[in-house]
């Protein structure tokens, strides 16, 4: 693993600058360094955590991890989220519905065919799809549309109650277990270990630099950045075949340089 201060001095390297620039803080690269871990959380396999729900017959709601972020696995073909329930005698893949169309329930109890994710919160509704409205405690950038100036988004930290929801109501016991993203860690010191492969290094700064020139309206320079990242992090994309239902890369949090070694 690598600290947050060693991506921000390749970042710094990079945009040929240092902490004691006025065109950089170490404040605001702390910030930026924590978007970067939240999108590579959100885009990868390499941080993958895994829940058991249990089904009862006649339930149709189930809690979810507080630390839930995402549906970790996509199936390659369709971008369909590889959600299955097994009844015990066979499995049955669900299909993933937005919340305002997820509704109305089926009145008849059959066999699950569908599922949502709701996030119950005292904030106004918002259209979530698969992702928490979990937001880091520090500042998100937020720029303007000609990109030449920015301003800043302060969030209240909160933690939702996250519920899993089955459209037909079971009726029959069985298991879901569902791969997740949790909630990417929330850097605060420059000293702060990064929980992902060393090999990532320079990914995070790309992201870094990119939303650098961006604040700084250099909009071609910032494109460049950001295609640097994301040719990268297709490596650890979060796709997976439907018949072998398995991860193509994940990482134990070992030594290993990169994942699936």
Known sequence: MVTAREVTNVAYALLKTSAASSLVSDAISLKFLNMAVKDVYLNSSLMVSSTTIYVTTGT?????????????????????????????????????????????????????????????????????????????????????????????????????????????????????????????????????????????????????????SRMAGRVILAERYFLLYEAGIKKYHRMMSAVLRKLKTPWSGGISEQAGK
Do not use: W
């Open 60 to 212: 149709y709601r189930y809690d979810l991890p507080s630390n839930f972020m995402s549906i970790a696995i996509r199936d390659e073909e369709k971008n369909d989220p590889c959600v299955y329930f097994d009844d015990g005698t066979s499995t049955h893949k669900l299909i993933y519905r937005q919340y305002p169309d997820f509704f109305p329930l089926s009145s008849t109890p059959s066999t699950p065919t569908a599922f949502t994710i709701e996030y119950i919160t005292d904030f106004p509704y918002m259209e979530l799809i698969l992702e928490s409205p979990y937001e880091e405690t520090p500042p998100t950038y937020i720029f303007t549309e000609d990109s030449t100036d920015y301003f800043i988004v302060e969030y209240v930290p909160y933690t939702p109650q996250i519920q899993l929801l089955l459209n037909t109501v079971p009726d029959t016991d069985g298991t879901i277990t569902i791969p997740f993203i949790p909630c990417s860690p929330i850097l605060t010191s420059s000293s702060d270990s990064i929980p992902l492969p060393h090999a990532l290094s320079y990914l995070l700064a790309y992201y870094m630099c990119g939303l650098y």
